[in-house]
């Protein structure tokens, strides 16, 4: 039988599989923060379910102790969604890195915006391919010397919050995996959000592209003053891109598509063939 | 012929050739006869030839029928497209307004359909109704039977008013009291009353979406192609009022993706596509295989490859399906062979998927999406459903759901032994107890990595080795408790004939009229082809001298797998142009057999 925890503590998230990371993986962090937001939550761990695509932070669902559904690469919003829509009454939480959510699954989020569907998605953004060793990602910087662009990257810069303001995403934020408790609360907040959260964590790949001395640097929390519902204000802050804006860029509620089938759901009646059949007679 | 007859339409698309001929189609079935069509679409979204043919018989009908015995043409330009159509002394239809015929080895029936719709109804718009009532002036459906389809049809339609229904009234009257007048009947096609029966009317299409509803399918995801679109238009209309959800995918990536999230959180769920969309799906379908997640998937096949004939079908999507995606992958194909099997096979294949927890492919074919036929009423009953084996909080399993799906009082499940619980225990039947996310039993994850029971990746070679054994133990175990395909015609015959999807009635009439012509001749049409009925196609092919194979395709890819798996040289028939078999052409093949 399944055991009931009143008071969880971020331990109770995390499964006894041991991480695949490199030591000083800012996904740890991460995963730390995700913990803590969690168990501020106290959400439970079998009715939440963690689903990633494929990369080094898609291994995340494999150290909690929620449920988790490790997809492929690209396609853990489309799973992320149908779960949610299927079943509303989940906690669902999507996490994976800038190769997931920016390059090979870029479609699914334009859609998931547009959606507005009840889920949390956590995109642990290193700037950096790492689990293929070192190529570049759709957030390198232009010029940037990869094993793939050993001439300098000719394309420009993926801005993720800018984007995702773009899009009209419900709730847009961004974190840093050295900020644990920072990012606990933001993740704490984007599941609290009633809608599509999006929460850009900054965290560095220490073997293939170590970031950390320059987002120390460039890792500004947004003013306590900022307006969340002031949609211009955030874009211009998200196209400063020489600081990192960290905090809440964005918010507001809007119906979410998952809210608004089950509530068409609510006159439903059993299906009856016989009954269903008539209209062929 | 007493009884029978197939009558051809050919015109312009919006000219209410589909929509007549539909209206004849439905009013014969609910006077009681068996109906049996098929069209053609135009690739212009307006405008274009199209073309629709229906048998009706006293009899149950298998096939579209060889020929058209009598043709309608509304243009030149479809008597120029469907005059080779028309059987010898049949009846050809036309106005003379529009061209003359140069055929002359057929009855012709001039009836001036545009001055009558033009100047005695004065809507042109009912051309179509002029039509059917001089069908009815002429072949015998009577018109109180069209009157009300169109009737039932107009009050369901926006553009319904007390005077397009007086108009079609009219057209109706006035073609029938035209023909009787005016046309010498000289034709022996003849339709009289015939006993009521309960049957409906409906296409494949129509079929899946009830099936999958009969079979609690309660998440549907889906990207519009064709001609697999009716069914993804039907679940979105039908879930919300049975409890289900319905989402309109960015691709058919994302649709099956998160087909298989919904059935992660237990749901019943498919998507349906055709062959570019299931290319899509490909890594999707290894995922949902290595991950042990129920899914169907319905593939309605049309010509290929790539974009190919859209409108047009063709069985060419076999291999694909049978093999698709990267390494050694287990799955279920299942095709269809007629539209009461749309029904009883998609409820097969939701069984069957949440059974054995792998992906279903069901392979229709855009024929049969839009193949209507009448069948018998009482085939559509409520189904005798099984959960997937559940995992149960006390260690144990059932074939029940208990979970209440609702928050209740638990706030942290799963406290100890998270992840221990063995999502993928190495049974003897290969299937392992499955845990639901909220409804209280432990937590694991579904993963794509090689993984060991308990889920968590492993690439040791033992464990790889295990885990792929009890993958496909889960299709050996398949196939011993599915059914087994019966034999079809004589019992000592020596020419067999192996096929499989839509072309069963067509092969099963080629059988029927070689045996009245006295040849030994038998057929088998497995509705499985993943895992293959391995002992039914063994004793059939052990148990003829010649074995025929004929597909709607290129390469003979059921001829292919038959070769491979048992030695077998088929004489293949092999029909690519987009037209399904008639069963002439098959009884051709039979009477060719040296």
């Given at each position: 039988?399944?055991?009931?925890?009143?008071?969880?503590?971020?331990?109770?998230?995390?499964?006894?599989?041991?991480?695949?990371?490199?030591?000083?993986?800012?996904?740890?962090?991460?995963?730390?923060?995700?913990?803590?937001?969690?168990?501020?939550?106290?959400?439970?761990?079998?009715?939440?379910?963690?689903?990633?695509?494929?990369?080094?932070?898609?291994?995340?669902?494999?150290?909690?102790?929620?449920?988790?559904?490790?997809?492929?690469?690209?396609?853990?919003?489309?799973?992320?969604?149908?779960?949610?829509?299927?079943?509303?009454?989940?906690?669902?939480?999507?996490?994976?890195?800038?190769?997931?959510?920016?390059?090979?699954?870029?479609?699914?989020?334009?859609?998931?915006?547009?959606?507005?569907?009840?889920?949390?998605?956590?995109?642990?953004?290193?700037?950096?391919?790492?689990?293929?060793?070192?190529?570049?990602?759709?957030?390198?910087?232009?010029?940037?010397?990869?094993?793939?662009?050993?001439?300098?990257?000719?394309?420009?810069?993926?801005?993720?919050?800018?984007?995702?303001?773009?899009?009209?995403?419900?709730?847009?934020?961004?974190?840093?995996?050295?900020?644990?408790?920072?990012?606990?609360?933001?993740?704490?907040?984007?599941?609290?959000?009633?809608?599509?959260?999006?929460?850009?964590?900054?965290?560095?790949?220490?073997?293939?592209?170590?970031?950390?001395?320059?987002?120390?640097?460039?890792?500004?929390?947004?003013?306590?003053?900022?307006?969340?519902?002031?949609?211009?204000?955030?874009?211009?802050?998200?196209?400063?891109?020489?600081?990192?804006?960290?905090?809440?860029?964005?918010?507001?509620?809007?119906?979410?598509?998952?809210?608004?089938?089950?509530?068409?759901?609510?006159?439903?009646?059993?299906?009856?063939?016989?009954?269903?059949?008539?209209?062929?007679? | 012929?007493?009884?029978?007859?197939?009558?051809?339409?050919?015109?312009?698309?919006?000219?209410?050739?589909?929509?007549?001929?539909?209206?004849?189609?439905?009013?014969?079935?609910?006077?009681?006869?068996?109906?049996?069509?098929?069209?053609?679409?135009?690739?212009?979204?307006?405008?274009?030839?199209?073309?629709?043919?229906?048998?009706?018989?006293?009899?149950?009908?298998?096939?579209?029928?060889?020929?058209?015995?009598?043709?309608?043409?509304?243009?030149?330009?479809?008597?120029?497209?469907?005059?080779?159509?028309?059987?010898?002394?049949?009846?050809?239809?036309?106005?003379?307004?529009?061209?003359?015929?140069?055929?002359?080895?057929?009855?012709?029936?001039?009836?001036?359909?545009?001055?009558?719709?033009?100047?005695?109804?004065?809507?042109?718009?009912?051309?179509?109704?002029?039509?059917?009532?001089?069908?009815?002036?002429?072949?015998?459906?009577?018109?109180?039977?069209?009157?009300?389809?169109?009737?039932?049809?107009?009050?369901?339609?926006?553009?319904?008013?007390?005077?397009?229904?007086?108009?079609?009234?009219?057209?109706?009257?006035?073609?029938?009291?035209?023909?009787?007048?005016?046309?010498?009947?000289?034709?022996?096609?003849?339709?009289?009353?015939?006993?009521?029966?309960?049957?409906?009317?409906?296409?494949?299409?129509?079929?899946?979406?009830?099936?999958?509803?009969?079979?609690?399918?309660?998440?549907?995801?889906?990207?519009?192609?064709?001609?697999?679109?009716?069914?993804?238009?039907?679940?979105?209309?039908?879930?919300?009022?049975?409890?289900?959800?319905?989402?309109?995918?960015?691709?058919?990536?994302?649709?099956?993706?998160?087909?298989?999230?919904?059935?992660?959180?237990?749901?019943?769920?498919?998507?349906?596509?055709?062959?570019?969309?299931?290319?899509?799906?490909?890594?999707?379908?290894?995922?949902?295989?290595?991950?042990?997640?129920?899914?169907?998937?319905?593939?309605?096949?049309?010509?290929?490859?790539?974009?190919?004939?859209?409108?047009?079908?063709?069985?060419?999507?076999?291999?694909?399906?049978?093999?698709?995606?990267?390494?050694?992958?287990?799955?279920?194909?299942?095709?269809?062979?007629?539209?009461?099997?749309?029904?009883?096979?998609?409820?097969?294949?939701?069984?069957?998927?949440?059974?054995?927890?792998?992906?279903?492919?069901?392979?229709?074919?855009?024929?049969?999406?839009?193949?209507?036929?009448?069948?018998?009423?009482?085939?559509?009953?409520?189904?005798?459903?099984?959960?997937?084996?559940?995992?149960?909080?006390?260690?144990?399993?059932?074939?029940?759901?208990?979970?209440?799906?609702?928050?209740?009082?638990?706030?942290?499940?799963?406290?100890?032994?998270?992840?221990?619980?063995?999502?993928?225990?190495?049974?003897?039947?290969?299937?392992?107890?499955?845990?639901?996310?909220?409804?209280?039993?432990?937590?694991?994850?579904?993963?794509?990595?090689?993984?060991?029971?308990?889920?968590?990746?492993?690439?040791?070679?033992?464990?790889?080795?295990?885990?792929?054994?009890?993958?496909?133990?889960?299709?050996?175990?398949?196939?011993?408790?599915?059914?087994?395909?019966?034999?079809?015609?004589?019992?000592?015959?020596?020419?067999?004939?192996?096929?499989?999807?839509?072309?069963?009635?067509?092969?099963?009439?080629?059988?029927d009229r070689a045996r009245a012509q006295g040849y030994k001749v038998a057929a088998l049409h497995p509705k499985v082809?993943?895992?293959?009925?391995?002992?039914?196609?063994?004793?059939?092919?052990?148990?003829?001298?010649?074995?025929?194979?004929?597909?709607?395709?290129?390469?003979?890819?059921?001829?292919?797998?038959?070769?491979?798996?048992?030695?077998?040289?088929?004489?293949?028939?092999?029909?690519?142009?987009?037209?399904?078999?008639?069963?002439?052409?098959?009884?051709?093949?039979?009477?060719?057999?040296?």
């Amino acid at each position: 039988m399944t055991q009931t925890i009143i008071n969880p503590t971020p331990k109770d998230y995390k499964s006894e599989v041991k991480p695949t990371w490199c030591p000083g993986c800012g996904d740890f962090g991460v995963l730390n923060a995700t913990f803590r937001g969690l168990a501020e939550l106290k959400l439970p761990t079998d009715q939440t379910v963690v689903v990633s695509g494929i990369g080094c932070s898609s291994r995340f669902p494999h150290f909690m102790k929620t449920f988790g559904f490790h997809s492929v690469h690209g396609r853990a919003l489309p799973v992320a969604q149908g779960l949610k829509m299927a079943r509303p009454d989940l906690n669902v939480i999507t996490v994976g890195g800038d190769g997931d959510f920016f390059s090979i699954g870029a479609g699914h989020l334009v859609h998931a915006a547009l959606r507005n569907i009840d889920i949390t998605v956590v995109v642990m953004d290193n700037e950096i391919y790492g689990l293929t060793k070192g190529q570049t990602s759709p957030t390198s910087p232009q010029g940037h010397v990869t094993k793939s662009t050993p001439y300098g990257l000719l394309a420009s810069q993926f801005n993720p919050i800018a984007t995702a303001l773009s899009l009209n995403v419900s709730f847009v934020a961004r974190g840093y995996s050295a900020k644990p408790k920072e990012l606990a609360a933001l993740i704490q907040q984007g599941v609290q959000h009633k809608g599509f959260s999006f929460i850009h964590a900054l965290s560095p790949c220490p073997t293939f592209y170590h970031t950390f001395d320059a987002w120390d640097a460039a890792v500004t929390p947004i003013e306590a003053e900022h307006d969340t519902h002031d949609k211009a204000k955030a874009i211009a802050l998200a196209l400063e891109t020489e600081r990192q804006y960290t905090g809440i860029f964005f918010k507001e509620e809007r119906t979410t598509m998952d809210q608004a089938a089950h509530q068409q759901v609510q006159q439903s009646r059993p299906f009856d063939i016989e009954q269903y059949m008539k209209r062929y007679a | 012929m007493e009884n029978e007859v197939t009558i051809r339409i050919g015109g312009e698309s919006g000219e209410g050739t589909i929509s007549g001929g539909d209206i004849l189609a439905l009013a014969s079935a609910r006077w009681g006869y068996h109906v049996y069509t098929f069209r053609t679409f135009p690739a212009e979204i307006l405008g274009g030839p199209c073309m629709f043919q229906v048998r009706i018989s006293d009899h149950p009908v298998k096939s579209m029928g060889d020929y058209a015995d009598v043709l309608i043409c509304l243009n030149k330009e479809a008597y120029d497209r469907n005059i080779g159509e028309l059987r010898h002394g049949g009846v050809l239809i036309y106005d003379p307004s529009d061209f003359t015929p140069d055929q002359s080895d057929c009855i012709t029936y001039a009836v001036p359909f545009n001055e009558i719709a033009r100047k005695e109804v004065q809507l042109f718009q009912t051309k179509n109704m002029v039509m059917l009532g001089a069908i009815c002036g002429l072949f015998g459906p009577p018109l109180e039977a069209i009157i009300q389809v169109v009737q039932s049809k107009l009050s369901r339609s926006r553009k319904a008013n007390a005077t397009l229904m007086e108009k079609n009234l009219l057209a109706l009257d006035v073609a029938k009291k035209y023909v009787t007048e005016k046309i010498t009947k000289s034709d022996p096609y003849l339709l009289g009353p015939v006993e009521k029966a309960d049957r409906v009317v409906l296409n494949g299409n129509q079929a899946i979406v009830a099936g999958a509803l009969a079979a609690q399918c309660r998440y549907f995801s889906g990207y519009p192609i064709t001609p697999a679109s009716d069914i993804m238009e039907g679940m979105a209309k039908e879930l919300p009022q049975v409890g289900g959800t319905f989402l309109q995918a960015e691709d058919e990536i994302a649709a099956l993706a998160s087909v298989l999230g919904a059935s992660y959180g237990g749901m019943r769920a498919m998507t349906a596509t055709s062959g570019p969309g299931f290319s899509l799906m490909t890594e999707l379908i290894g995922l949902s295989s290595m991950a042990e997640l129920p899914v169907v998937i319905v593939d309605a096949q049309r010509a290929g490859p790539s974009t190919g004939m859209p409108t047009k079908m063709e069985q060419s999507d076999l291999s694909f399906a049978l093999y698709a995606g990267h390494g050694d992958t287990p799955r279920i194909v299942i095709a269809p062979s007629s539209v009461a099997n749309c029904y009883d096979l998609i409820i097969q294949a939701f069984e069957m998927a949440e059974r054995y927890q792998m992906p279903v492919l069901f392979l229709t074919d855009q024929s049969l999406t839009a193949r209507v036929e009448s069948v018998d009423r009482h085939i559509f009953k409520t189904p005798e459903l099984h959960e997937r084996l559940q995992y149960n909080t006390n260690g144990s399993s059932s074939n029940g759901h208990h979970g209440s799906y609702a928050h209740e009082q638990m706030l942290v499940g799963a406290g100890t032994g998270a992840h221990d619980y063995a999502r993928y225990a190495n049974t003897t039947t290969g299937i392992s107890p499955m845990s639901t996310p909220g409804t209280g039993s432990p937590a694991y994850v579904a993963t794509g990595l090689e993984h060991d029971e308990a889920g968590h990746p492993d690439y040791e070679p033992e464990d790889h080795i295990a885990m792929m054994e009890k993958r496909f133990r889960k299709l050996a175990t398949a196939a011993e408790e599915m059914p087994q395909p019966e034999r079809y015609g004589d019992a000592d015959a020596t020419i067999g004939v192996i096929g499989w999807g839509s072309t069963e009635g067509t092969i099963q009439e080629a059988v029927d009229r070689a045996r009245a012509q006295g040849y030994k001749v038998a057929a088998l049409h497995p509705k499985v082809l993943s895992p293959l009925p391995d002992k039914a196609i063994q004793e059939f092919i052990n148990s003829v001298d010649k074995v025929i194979v004929p597909e709607n395709n290129y390469s003979g890819q059921l001829a292919n797998l038959l070769g491979a798996k048992y030695g077998l040289k088929a004489i293949r028939v092999n029909k690519f142009g987009g037209i399904p078999f008639t069963a002439s052409e098959i009884l051709r093949a039979i009477e060719e057999v040296r």
